[in-house]
């Protein structure tokens, strides 16, 4: 079992940065993917960034390529994203998961995550 708790989420204006944390806690490792997913209401929940390990091989949508970094602290089990020229259409719950088959290369895909955090509110204005 592995245990999420997101933070960081807020109210910011367009153009302002943000940086959330996910803690990990339980049965954790460096060979797991890690990742950040959001949903805005009415919408699917949609793929934002991944990365394993070291975080030397990221994976970003392209909505977010660009104005997005992720990055793990593996003494911490945390894993961050920051978020920076923030837009509108950035409004979402995000959301930390964790892919612990190893042996699979950085998914993208949400059913391949198998523990979910609760999830942080980001609301940008205009």
């Known amino acids: 079992q592995v245990q999420l708790v997101e933070s960081g989420g807020g109210l910011v204006q367009a153009g302002d940065s943000l940086r959330l944390s996910c803690a990990a806690s339980g049965r954790t490792s460096s060979s797991y993917a890690m990742a950040w997913f959001r949903q805005a209401p009415g919408n699917e929940r949609e793929f934002v960034a991944a990365?394993?390990?070291?975080?030397?091989?990221?994976h970003y949508a392209d909505s977010v390529k660009g104005r997005f970094t992720i990055s793990r602290d593996n003494a911490k089990n945390t894993v961050y994203l920051q978020m920076n020229s923030l837009k509108p259409e950035d409004t979402a719950l995000y959301y930390c998961?964790?892919?612990?088959?190893?042996?699979?290369?950085?998914?993208?895909?949400?059913?391949?995550?198998?523990?979910w955090g609760q999830g942080t509110q980001v609301t940008v204005s205009s």
């Open positions: 990365c394993k390990s070291t975080c030397a091989n990221t």
């Open positions: 998961a964790v892919d612990v088959s190893y042996w699979r290369g950085t998914t993208t895909t949400a059913n391949e995550y198998e523990y």
